[in-house]
């Protein structure tokens, strides 16, 4: 998958670091095969790092350079705000998974892969959200 077509939660990311062999290695199968991620993913992803697993800041660094370096990262701007204000609204999403839907349409992705939202539902006609842990997503 090309990174105009994933876009990836914060969710998959952490499972990147998890004991659970199965969800970190599928995981890694998707990211290295390269997606986009929003300047919130990566801001979500610091915030568990450093006070959920209270990693080194030395390693989160680490850490997240290896991801900028596969992935590529969406900005937020007003635009991404009102478009997810509407997204919001119209799909009954919270604000922040608002968000990450809203720059995943501005990157132009086809799926956004998240535990977290209704898997299988399309946003705006164009993204579909996936549980990449689902067995019918394992491909």
Not at 15 to 33: F, G, H, N, Q, T
Not at 117 to 122: A, E, I, K, R
Request: aromatic share 6%; proline share 1%; glycine share 6%.
């Amino acid at each position: 998958m090309s990174e105009a077509e994933a876009f990836f939660d914060t969710n998959v990311l952490l499972y990147l670091l998890s004991a659970d062999v199965a969800k970190a290695d599928r995981s890694e199968e998707l990211i290295a095969l390269g997606g986009t991620i929003s300047v919130q993913v990566l801001n979500e992803f610091v915030a568990v790092l450093s006070r959920k697993l209270r990693m080194p800041w030395s390693e989160i660094r680490a850490v997240l350079a290896q991801i900028r370096a596969i992935c590529a990262v969406e900005s937020i701007t007003i635009k991404t705000h009102e478009q997810a204000v509407h997204i919001s609204e119209r799909y009954g999403l919270s604000i922040y998974d608002a968000l990450i839907v809203s720059a995943a349409l501005l990157a132009g992705c086809r799926t956004l892969y998240s535990e977290d939202m209704q898997s299988g539902q399309v946003i705006e006609g164009q993204l579909t959200i996936k549980n990449p842990f689902e067995s019918s997503n394992a491909g």
